[in-house]
């Protein structure tokens, strides 16, 4: 038992690092996916094919190659990076393609009806998307954003690659030194508690936007 305890303190640690990176991924890349989105349903055609290369370039390549660009990459062109750093601009940049073309479908799916009721009402473009069309896209986009987010729990584990102790690295090191499949069984329980708690986040947002 105490050995259990041990090794649970142990991938622990290694835990909080694999939080860091998930908690600053989520903070920073849902509002540059929105922000983006808004852009590729837009007028502006410089802006709309910009973003297309973006989302092009980030949804094409595989974020672990983006994450050794960032690293051994940059320095290269005189750009240093700690490995945090490097993993929390990847994987921001990375989440934030994928929830962009979420977003952007989501607001596509709203009928043009709706956009003309609001122009009727006498409201503008900006009352109209915070009033009536994002309330009703967020509601549409939950399910996909909510994979997206018990993937994100799954590819902090790529963060090992560039040398930071994450939880699964942590139980790498635990199991090659002791030789027991004990610290990977910790590791799968610490992540199905993490995507427990994010499926439960999402099941209350849904019913928070359910109204709509």
Known sequence: MEYIINTTLYILKGTVV???????TAI???PLAIFFALGKVSKHKTLKMALEAY???FRGTP???QLFFAYYGLPILGITMTPFMAAAVTFIVNYA????????AGIESIDKGQ????????MNYVQTMRRIVIPQAIRRVLPPTCNEAITLVKDTALVAAIGMADLLRS????LTRDFTIIPFVIAALFYLAMSWV????FKKIEQRYSVY
């Open 28 to 30: 920073f890349s849902v």
């Open 63 to 65: 974020l672990l190659l």
């Open 55 to 57: 989302t092009w370039v």
């Open 18 to 24: 694999s939080l860091k990176i998930y908690a600053v």
């Open 97 to 104: 393609a994928y929830m962009t073309e979420i977003f952007r």
């Open 171 to 174: 139980a790498k090191e635990v």
């Open 198 to 201: 994010i499926v439960f986040i």
């Open 115 to 122: 956009y003309e009721a609001a122009h009727s009402l006498g």
